[in-house]
C-alpha cells in the first residue's frame, strides 16, 4: 500500500521561505511520477505548483505564479520529495498536497492516484 507523508509547513512572513518534505513509501520511488498541488482557502480544485516526471527527468512543470520561487528536487535514498519554497507571498497560502502516480498519464491532479493529507502553508502580509 503506497503511503503519502508531507511535512514542513507553517505560519511565515512575506519574503520568507519554507522547505516542504513528503515521504513516500510502498511503491519503487523511481517508477513514480510525483508532484506538488495546493488548494487555496474556496478552491474546489487542487493547483499544480511543481510537477515532474519519473526521476524528475525532463520537463518540470511550474505554473507562472511560482516560477523561480519554487523548486521540486528528492532524495532517492530517503524516498522524500521536497518543494523548496522561497519568497513567499500571501497568495501562496493554501494546503499543500503531495501527490504520485505510475501511469504518468499528464500533469493535472485528475492523473494522480496516491496523495498526502496535506500541510498548510500560510503566508502574512
Known amino acids: 500500500q503506497v503511503q503519502v507523508v508531507e511535512s514542513g509547513g507553517g505560519s511565515v512572513e512575506t519574503g520568507a521561505s519554507l522547505r516542504l518534505s513528503c515521504v513516500i513509501s510502498?511503491?519503487?520511488?523511481?517508477?513514480?511520477?510525483m508532484g506538488w498541488f495546493r488548494q487555496g482557502p474556496g478552491k474546489e480544485r487542487r493547483e499544480g505548483v511543481a510537477?515532474?516526471?519519473?526521476?524528475?527527468?525532463?520537463?518540470?512543470y511550474y505554473p507562472d505564479s511560482v516560477k523561480g520561487r519554487f523548486t521540486i528536487s528528492q532524495d532517492k535514498a530517503k524516498n522524500t520529495l521536497y518543494l523548496q519554497m522561497n519568497s513567499l507571498k500571501p497568495d501562496d497560502s493554501a494546503m499543500y498536497y503531495c501527490?504520485?502516480?505510475?501511469?504518468?498519464?499528464?500533469?493535472?491532479?485528475?492523473?494522480?492516484?496516491?496523495w498526502g493529507q496535506g500541510t498548510q502553508v500560510t503566508v502574512s502580509s
Open positions: 510537477v515532474a516526471s519519473r526521476n524528475l527527468a525532463g520537463y518540470i
Open positions: 501527490a504520485a502516480d505510475s501511469s504518468c498519464a499528464g500533469w493535472g491532479e485528475q492523473h494522480f492516484t496516491y
Open positions: 510502498g511503491y519503487t520511488f523511481s517508477d513514480l511520477c
